[in-house]
């Protein structure tokens, strides 16, 4: 996967590309707007992360400038200003994810992969499937091993959340924004007793092996090992 | 800008814009009342004289007829018999070789100005107790066709000369003194005004030299200086709460950020000194990172009340469904709540929507939540209801728990930013959960309290205006 990260901060970006590297990522970088507009013309990359505020040219500006050239590539955009005003107006000017500094690298490493995911397999399937774990949109039923699991309607939008985006690490905050639509960080880790919960229904009373595992230091990830 | 002294004043009163205005307002004044006089005083003169002239016209028509039928003699007797008495008219009569015949006037006239349009003006002497008197005449000249007499007819125009006089002179003082009175009327009443003035600046000057506290002066009555200066009151005592807040924020932050900060720099730096292996580098660092992951929190959560607090405008407000919220908010907490044994009950039946921000009232909610699951789990049986009810003028939204409550003289205390009391200082967290609750109830222009609960516990009950 190749990663172009527009970032002007030499700091910033000598942290994050390290990390990125450490992450199987190869990464390019470009210091300013103009340069980042550049680079980014290039087919070759599978996704952007770039700064809101750039020299030359401002990242939402860049955003807007490459929608316009139809490029669909996935963006995040790294920002200090954190509101949900700027949030919403990020995702407007066409960027897949907004990320406000200080952020958890973990996140960003969370959040990167699921853009990218999401463009390479964006599915109309109407089952989602993960090994033996079936979740059908349309009635709404799960089951696994072939016997029917009894969700709660929050249960079942958190895994239909978690199918969406298989073997993929998926933090906190993007459960709480996806599943709840909150933007803001609880003080207490309500997040962690939903997902020990759901395991309970989807993986205790089964022989199989676990699917939801607790990720270190980042969150959770919904994982099927053959 | 300096005080403005007389000093100034006089010597550049042009400076100054009431100055000015009066100046120019007095000016057109006096130009207007010029006028009005000017045109009063020719129409008035023209009538006078035309009446005099109208009295020396029949005359002069009576001696043409006096002529026509008696010659030069009949003008002789007639003017003999008309000067035996008193009159105003004046009567002049010479023979063909300028030798005065009749009439009466004894000296010769003077000043003789003979108009184009046939009238004469002419003054003359007269002796009064040895006093000479001058007379002033208007007439006209008749030459006899066969033996050449010639005849001057008029009349003492004195009295109307004066009065034309008068009217002048009287005309030319009212329009001096409206000058006057305007000129130096204007510049002490624009003395006055520019004093209020100079009192507003002096003070903006001590303002700006750091004297925040300074207000301006208010005078008696309500013009427009008052207004301007109560506006401007009100802005200073907007922007002196800011500062305050932010000042207040400034002192917090250094003082309870600096203790986090120290934790994690002598955990680190007592990492690197022990010579660690790989487990102990982690966990250091580890340790670190939740350090950190709190501090940040802690910011972001002081950046949202700072931003509600000054009255963010791009904060937007939308419909939003206060039993929703509230439904949503019991189903995210309910399993944290149940772990640690606390029921969570809300309490609210109807759809109650109201325009409000989403963002900042889920997080209220939950800062109470969170609050009352930390705090106020005490009770052996410990119970959270949170509920909403709308009445005609407002809606009620509570977090309500049975634990042990707050004291009256802490309630206060509870929701100032950074305070945490002495039971809680042990649990994690920020000390900023009520004051984001207090700011967001600000935004909504609500009212916000603490109840104590019966028979033991907190109510934390919110009151929003009903606008529907």
Same mark, same amino acid.
């Given at each position: 996967m190749h990663i172009l990260l527009i970032e002007d901060d030499d700091t910033t970006a000598s942290y994050l590309t390290k990390g990125l590297k450490e992450s199987g990522y190869v990464v390019d970088r470009a210091q300013d707007g103009v340069e980042g507009l550049f680079m980014s013309m290039d087919a070759k990359f599978d996704a952007l992360i770039v700064d809101r505020m750039l020299p030359r040219l401002d990242g939402l500006s860049l955003i807007k400038k490459l929608r316009k050239e139809n490029s669909e590539i996935p963006i995040i955009i790294l920002s200090a200003l954190g509101d949900v005003d700027e949030r919403i107006k990020g995702l407007k000017y066409g960027a897949d994810d907004y990320l406000a500094k200080p952020f958890s690298f973990s996140e960003l490493l969370a959040r990167l992969e699921a853009v990218i995911r999401r463009n390479h397999n964006e599915t109309d399937n109407s089952v989602l499937q993960l090994g033996d774990l079936k979740l059908d949109l349309l009635s709404r039923r799960v089951e696994r091993e072939g016997q029917l699991i009894d969700l709660q309607p929050r249960e079942y939008k958190l895994l239909e959340f978690l199918l969406r985006r298989p073997n993929q690490v998926v933090t906190r905050t993007m459960l709480l924004e996806g599943v709840w639509e909150y933007h803001f960080d609880p003080q207490t880790n309500v997040i962690d007793v939903h997902i020990s919960r759901l395991r309970s229904k989807?993986? =205790?009373?089964? =022989?199989? =092996?676990?699917?939801l595992f607790t990720e270190r230091g980042a969150g959770y990830a919904l994982r099927y090992d053959k | 800008m300096e005080q403005v002294t007389l000093y100034d004043m006089i010597n550049n009163p042009f400076n100054f814009v009431s100055f000015r205005l009066i100046f120019i307002y007095t000016v057109l004044l006096g130009l207007s009342v010029s006028l009005v006089l000017m045109f009063l005083y020719f129409t008035t003169a023209r009538d006078i004289e035309l009446e005099a002239d109208q009295k020396i016209i029949k005359k002069v028509e009576d001696l043409n007829n006096i002529y026509l039928r008696f010659r030069e003699q009949g003008l002789f007797n007639y003017i003999r018999r008309e000067t035996s008495r008193a009159t105003l008219d004046i009567y002049r009569l010479y023979d063909s070789d300028d030798n005065y015949l009749a009439g009466n006037i004894l000296t010769e006239l003077e000043d003789i100005k003979n108009n184009d349009d046939g009238w004469l003006e002419f003054s003359y002497k007269v002796s009064e107790n040895g006093k000479d008197r001058i007379f002033y005449g208007r007439g006209r000249e008749l030459i006899t066709p066969r033996q050449n007499f010639r005849l001057i007819v008029g009349r003492v125009v004195n009295d109307e000369k004066v009065l034309k006089e008068r009217f002048f002179y009287s005309s030319l003082w009212s329009i001096l003194l409206i000058l006057f009175l305007g000129v130096f009327g204007g510049y002490f009443l624009s003395r006055n005004f520019l004093k209020r003035i100079s009192d507003i600046n002096r003070t903006s000057k001590k303002i700006m030299d750091g004297n925040l506290k300074e207000r301006l002066p208010i005078s008696r009555g309500k013009d427009e200086l008052n207004e301007l200066s109560s506006n401007l009151n009100d802005m200073l005592d907007r922007l002196d709460t800011l500062m305050s807040n932010m000042k207040e924020v400034t002192d917090n932050v250094a003082h309870d950020l600096r203790t986090p900060l120290n934790r994690i720099r002598t955990n680190l730096e007592i990492t690197l000194m022990s010579n660690p292996n790989l487990e102990e580098y982690k966990k250091s660092f580890e340790e670190a990172i939740n350090e950190t992951d709190n501090l940040i929190k802690t910011f972001n959560s002081i950046l949202s009340i700072s931003k509600v607090e000054s009255g963010a405008s791009d904060l937007d407000k939308s419909e939003l469904n206060l039993k929703e919220l509230i439904i949503n908010m019991h189903d995210l907490y309910e399993p944290i709540t149940e772990g640690s044994g606390i029921k969570l009950n809300y309490e609210v039946t109807e759809n109650i929507v109201i325009k409000g921000n989403y963002n900042l009232l889920s997080q209220s909610l939950a800062n109470l939540i969170e609050n009352a699951v930390n705090y106020g789990s005490t009770n052996i049986d410990p119970t959270i209801n949170v509920g909403a009810k709308q009445t005609d003028d407002k809606i009620s939204l509570w977090v309500s728990d049975n634990g042990v409550g707050i004291n009256d003289q802490d309630k206060e205390k509870v929701i100032e930013r950074f305070v945490r009391l002495d039971t809680s200082r042990s649990l994690k967290g920020s000390g900023l959960g009520l004051n984001l609750v207090k700011s967001a109830v600000r935004f909504h222009e609500g009212k916000f309290q603490l109840i104590d609960a019966k028979p033991s516990g907190l109510i934390v009950l919110i009151e929003l205006p009903n606008c529907s």
């Open positions: 989807i993986d =205790k009373p089964f =022989k199989g =092996k676990q699917m | -």
